[in-house]
């Protein structure tokens, strides 16, 4: 495996590899991997023939009283994870490289980008989708692999290459939990212990709601109270949004019509946690 972090050499590489032929998958993270990243990685490695991870903690996406500076980064530790699970290259671009001075170019998906996590973050989708159409252009990957947890992320990103014609196929991949179901994420790190423990309230109101689902409870109040419900017992914990969407559009929906996304965000102590699930009136969801 390699470490570029020039962009010319990056460059180099892929278009190399697209001369011989070859098939180019990227996974862009913001590092400090878990399972979930790793999962990412091992979709990437069977769907292309070379496989490219980025790790870019991107400025542009963190609010000024968010955690740009304490984010955790630990690339001796990320680059043995990614090289057991056979990334050709780990692409660590410099924010100096990514944003040199005098940069004002930036991509706004309207409204995709306006409710949810949007609302209490504003400025970070437009950071996201312009980090993202700038890791395209410069890697020019065949397919692109995010995880779903982020999942209006997901549903930006769709909407970005879609509307910009961007030549690359964008993957969604389920969320990778621990054992008691916790969804992974770096964040994960900043919880106390007791925070850990209370921070699985928000699986157990998803799986509740799937449950609800399942049984014929299809009124946004019905399961949103359910779920409130679950948070509001647990101590430690401040709802952001709790909200029952269309899975594309991510409009609220009023009742569930085959489908809907139950998605939310959570303070758990200083700690903001987000998860999601598709409700179903089948049982062929999964949380
Ligand atoms: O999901 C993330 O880790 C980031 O938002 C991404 C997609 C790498 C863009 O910085």
Redesign the pocket.
Request: aromatic share 12%; no cysteine.
């Given at each position: 495996m390699e470490i570029v972090s020039g962009l010319a050499q990056m460059r180099q590489i892929s278009q190399d590899w697209r001369t011989q032929g070859q098939r180019i998958a990227l996974v862009?993270?913001?590092g400090y991997f878990h399972e979930g990243h790793l999962s990412l990685m091992r979709y990437g490695r069977e769907a292309a023939d070379r496989l490219v991870v980025?790790l870019?903690v991107?400025p542009a996406?963190f609010g000024p009283h968010e955690d740009l500076a304490t984010y955790p980064r630990d690339l001796e530790r990320d680059s043995g994870m990614a090289r057991e699970v056979g990334v050709d290259v780990l692409y660590t671009p410099e924010p100096a490289a990514m944003y040199p001075p005098g940069y004002q170019t930036y991509v706004t998906v309207e409204e995709l980008s306006r409710g949810l996590c949007g609302a209490s973050r504003p400025g970070h989708f437009r950071?996201?989708a312009t980090?993202?159409l700038k890791?395209l252009n410069q890697v020019q990957p065949d397919v692109a692999v995010?995880?779903e947890k982020?999942y209006q992320?997901l549903q930006v990103?769709r909407r970005l290459v879609a509307d910009l014609n961007v030549p690359v196929e964008i993957v969604g991949r389920p969320i990778v939990r621990e054992a008691d179901g916790l969804a992974m994420s770096s964040r994960n790190t900043y919880l106390s212990p007791e925070e850990r423990a209370a921070a699985l309230c928000l699986f157990r109101a998803l799986k509740a709601a799937r449950e609800l689902a399942l049984s014929g409870a299809k009124s946004r109040e019905s399961i949103l109270e359910a779920v409130k419900g679950i948070i509001t017992a647990t101590p430690h914990t401040d709802i952001d949004y709790l909200a029952l969407v269309h899975p594309e559009t991510l409009q609220e929906v009023n009742t569930i019509e085959k489908e809907a996304r139950l998605a939310l965000a959570v303070k758990v102590g200083k700690t903001r946690l987000i998860d999601n699930t598709l409700l179903s009136e089948s049982r062929l969801c999964c949380v």
């Open positions: 862009p993270t913001m980025s870019f991107n996406q950071g996201v980090v993202v890791l995010f995880g982020d992320q990103i």
